[in-house]
């Protein structure tokens, strides 16, 4: 079982920056990918960006350029850096570890509980 704590959404307007951080309860550089995902009140969840235990990123394009994602494997932390917030980024921001292990069949899946977001105009 692996916990991911999400910690850092708020309000802040149009234009402002805000930084999410998810703490792993396992150690990140054993898990494969790491992601932020959003979802918006009656939208499906999408893919916000993703890092590998390599360190390879990968944005949706409806927030390159403005946000960054990171990991710090000393504090098993991934973190979301957002700036230049639009409305739009409006949503709850899902924390995801994807990792297999050696010598055991399929993949694990998790997800914290999950940060609100709101960007005012």
């Known amino acids: 079982q692996v916990q991911l704590v999400e910690s850092g959404g708020g309000l802040v307007q149009a234009g402002g920056s805000l930084r999410l951080s998810c703490a792993s309860s396992?150690?990140?550089?054993?898990?494969?990918?790491m992601g932020w995902y959003r979802q918006a009140p009656g939208k499906q969840r999408e893919l916000v960006a993703t890092?590998?235990?390599?360190?390879?990123?990968n944005y949706a394009d409806s927030v390159k350029g403005r946000f960054t994602i990171s990991r710090d494997n000393a504090k098993n932390t991934v973190y979301l850096q957002m700036n230049s917030l639009k409305p739009e980024d409006t949503a709850v921001y899902y924390c995801?570890?994807?990792?297999?292990?050696?010598?055991?069949?399929?993949?694990?899946?998790?997800w914290g509980q999950g940060a609100q977001v709101t960007v005012s105009s």
């Open positions: 396992r150690n990140i550089f054993s898990i494969n990918t």
């Open positions: 890092i590998t235990s390599g360190g390879s990123t």
């Open positions: 995801n570890a994807y990792f297999t292990v050696m010598g055991r069949p399929g993949a694990y899946d998790y």
